[in-house]
């Protein structure tokens, strides 16, 4: 199993900017999918972005053009450089590690989650 430990959250003034680190204890290179995710308290957890491993991302609306999502396999590491923070981008950010290896029988289907970070943009 694989784990995920987020860092770099924090409390910044609107405006300013902060860089999501998430450590994975193995190997990445072969995951399929590695997103990033945020929820606020008596809300569903949202996509905030995510990389697939042949490099495509995604983003939400909401933070399309201010948000960079960027994985390093060597390191085993993903990023989230966030730009010009909203008051509305508060919340826990979250990890997360999906896929299939299909080559098991069955098919292993993996979903590993961080334990999150907070970040708190004041206004």
């Known amino acids: 199993q694989v784990q995920l430990v987020e860092s770099g959250g924090g409390l910044v003034q609107a405006g300013g900017s902060l860089r999501l680190s998430c450590a994975a204890s193995?190997?990445?290179?072969?995951?399929?999918?590695m997103g990033w995710y945020r929820q606020t308290p008596g809300k569903q957890r949202e996509s905030v972005a995510s990389?697939?491993?042949?490099?495509?991302?995604d983003y939400a609306d909401s933070v399309k053009g201010r948000f960079t999502i960027s994985r390093d396999n060597a390191r085993n590491m993903m990023y989230l450089q966030m730009n010009s923070l909203k008051s509305e981008d508060t919340a826990v950010y979250y990890c997360?590690?999906?896929?299939?290896?299909?080559?098991?029988?069955?098919?292993?289907?993996?979903?590993?989650w961080g334990q999150g970070t907070q970040v708190t943009v004041s206004s």
């Open positions: 997360n590690a999906r896929g299939v290896i299909p080559t098991m029988t069955p098919p292993y289907e993996y979903n590993y």
């Open positions: 193995e190997s990445i290179r072969s995951v399929q999918v």
């Open positions: 990389t697939t491993s042949s490099g495509t991302t």
